[in-house]
């Protein structure tokens, strides 16, 4: 159970949440999990709940619907949507073709979405409201002129946006309408520490990291005779042979420094991304219940300035 201590502020949103929430994106996603079920995904959310994660975020691409659905659902049933930090995500009318996945972010496309999201999970406001992608035709500070207009009539609470990079972050970002930013960051992904986070930190806005745990690597699990069939890692650089290997090495290191921690090697990743600038909120997913409650134990995780140079040591691209 979590401290109130470990309750913080989320940028300029006005929202307050433990540091701790839970990334959704298996459920209802069988599509990309194919062993995730309903009745798996219902006890994640069950598990969720239990240890008083606040924050839940998902996103309409999740199983076209389906994850808003059933967590929707079980938020109805336990009665306990205004303890909640609820985030999803629009993409209007997906298509995926040879240039890769493009969407609709015009301002009808906007608004549909966000009311489809609030009936899916049945509720009449949503707290943080992303833009999943830029990939459309329409210029991303209209896009962020609708979110700011939803926001201005309560049915939505904070405007986000996601995968955008430093250019297209400063024009979504350039009227100041950016409540919170979901980026990828991790021990092995730190690109955001160049431009992005000097960026949020000038302007208030909030980052959450996506795959922070770049996708499973850091939980040190992988072995260099291990073959990747899912699409999401063989399109990811980290899981090419020559990075995989390298980052392999890295990992064994991480490996020894929680050992002697005493912790899992997750646990002091999760940590770290906490210690950021600009991080209040980190949102990993999980598979099982047990990886819940794992991740929360990452929040009594202590590192010293001594211990951060030592990571930023083993994870520095040139010492490969």
Known sequence: MENVKNKVRIGKTG??????GFGAGVVGNAMMYPKMDDRKSEELMYSALSHNIEMIDTAYLYGMGRSEELIGEVIHKQGVRDQLILSTKASPNPQFGEAGLEVDNSPSALREAVDDSLKRLKTDYIDIFYLHFPNSSIPLLEAAFTLAQLKKEGKIRAVGASNLNFQQLQEFN??????????????????????IIP?????????????PLASGLLAGSYKEDDVFTDTSRLNNPLFRKDAFLANLKRVDQLKEFAKRKEVQPAQIALAWLLTRPSVEVIIPGATRPDQINSNLQALNVQLTENELHELDHI????NG
Do not use: H, W
């Open 15 to 20: 929202l307050q949440s433990s540091k701790m």
């Open 315 to 318: 994870f520095d691209q040139n």
């Open 174 to 195: 350039k009227e100041g309408y950016l409540d919170v930013l979901q980026a990828e960051y991790s021990l092995l992904v730190r690109t955001v520490e160049k431009e």
């Open 199 to 211: 960026y949020c930190l000038k302007n208030d806005i909030s980052l959450i990291p996506f795959f």
